[in-house]
């Protein structure tokens, strides 16, 4: 499983930013998609999580930001993150886990400035 995640870039604060993340698999029989997040000198974060189910959970620090959503027909993830703030600023990566195994994209870089 492939994953490639695009869409960063950067946003003044208080900005808005929909990172994508198209897998090379069809999506609608993986259990969990998620976002995760690393800020630099910091540890790797999950952000938000979405189930097969399209149960969603989010870290406290989105929670009314951020929102993860899929379209199963395009094989991609997204995450739409809004109010955004400068600690958002990290390299945001997409992950699947697929038959018990997880899946990892490259990584994209948002940067929110002041």
């Known amino acids: 499983v492939q994953l490639q995640a695009y869409g960063g870039g950067l946003v003044q604060a208080g900005g808005s930013l929909r990172l994508s993340c198209v897998v090379s698999r069809s999506i609608g029989s993986i259990n969990v998609m998620a976002w995760h997040r690393q800020a630099p000198g910091k540890q790797r974060e999950m952000v938000a999580m979405?189930?097969?189910?399209?149960?969603?959970n989010y870290a406290d620090s989105v929670k009314g930001r951020f929102t993860i959503s899929k379209d199963n027909a395009r094989n991609t993830m997204y995450l739409q993150m809004n109010s955004l703030k400068v600690e958002d600023t990290a390299i945001y990566y997409c992950?699947?886990?697929?038959?018990?195994?997880?899946?990892w994209g490259q990584g994209t870089l948002v940067t929110v400035s002041s």
């Open positions: 979405i189930s097969s189910g399209d149960r969603s």
């Open positions: 992950m699947v886990v697929d038959l018990l195994r997880s899946f």
